[in-house]
C-alpha cells in the first residue's frame, strides 16, 4: 500500500530513483525549496511501505482573472512504479488543490511534443493541446501546453486551442 503525504526537505536526498527518467527535468535544490516553501500544498510524494520514494508531483497556483489557474511543474513516477495509478493519483491530488484550495479556472503543463507517452497519458487524464510552444527545452524542442478546465471555468474558455504556436517569451506566466 502506497502512502501520498506532503513532500519533505529530506526528500531531496532520496529521491534519485524517481529523477533518472531522461525525460525527466531535475532542477536545482534551492529550485525544490522554492516550491516546497511558497506552494507546499502542490508538492505531494507517492512513498512505498520502506520508505522508498515512488513519485512525486510539484506546482504552483499562477495567473491573473480568468488566467488564474494551476500549472503542473513536475510529475514523475520512478520507473520500476509505473502502470500502477500513481501518475494519475498525484495529478488528481494537484487538479484538487488548484480546484479546492485555489480556486482555479484550469490546470496546465508543458510536455515535449516527442513524448507520445506523457502525451497520451495526459489526454486520458483530460487534458488536450491549447498551444504549441516553440524551442521551448533549451531552444531546441518544441512543448505542447496541455490544459484541462476546473469546475470555475463552465464555459470551458480556457481549454480552447490557440490556432498558431507561440515563442516562450510570449508566455503569460
Not at 500544498?41 to 488564474?68: C, I, R, T
Amino acid at each position: 500500500m502506497t502512502t501520498t503525504r506532503q513532500f519533505r526537505c529530506e526528500d531531496l536526498f532520496r529521491f534519485n530513483n524517481v529523477n533518472l527518467d531522461p525525460l525527466t527535468e531535475t532542477y536545482q535544490m534551492s529550485f525544490y525549496l522554492q516550491y516546497l516553501s511558497t506552494w507546499p500544498d502542490f508538492f505531494q510524494a507517492e512513498a512505498h511501505p520502506s520508505g522508498n520514494l515512488m513519485g512525486y508531483v510539484m506546482g504552483k497556483a499562477e495567473g491573473e482573472g480568468e488566467l488564474w489557474h494551476g500549472h503542473v511543474t513536475a510529475v514523475t513516477v520512478a520507473p520500476e512504479f509505473r502502470r500502477r495509478g500513481l501518475g494519475r493519483k498525484l495529478m488528481n491530488s494537484l487538479e484538487a488543490t488548484s480546484e479546492h484550495v485555489f480556486d482555479a479556472y484550469f490546470v496546465d503543463l508543458f510536455v515535449r511534443v516527442s513524448n507520445s507517452l506523457a502525451i497520451g497519458m495526459y489526454e486520458a487524464f483530460g487534458y488536450s493541446v491549447y498551444r504549441r510552444v516553440l524551442g521551448y527545452y533549451s531552444g531546441t524542442e518544441d512543448a505542447f501546453d496541455m490544459r484541462k478546465a476546473l469546475p470555475r471555468d463552465k464555459e470551458k474558455k480556457s481549454v480552447v486551442p490557440l490556432q498558431h504556436p507561440v515563442l516562450p517569451e510570449d508566455l503569460e506566466w
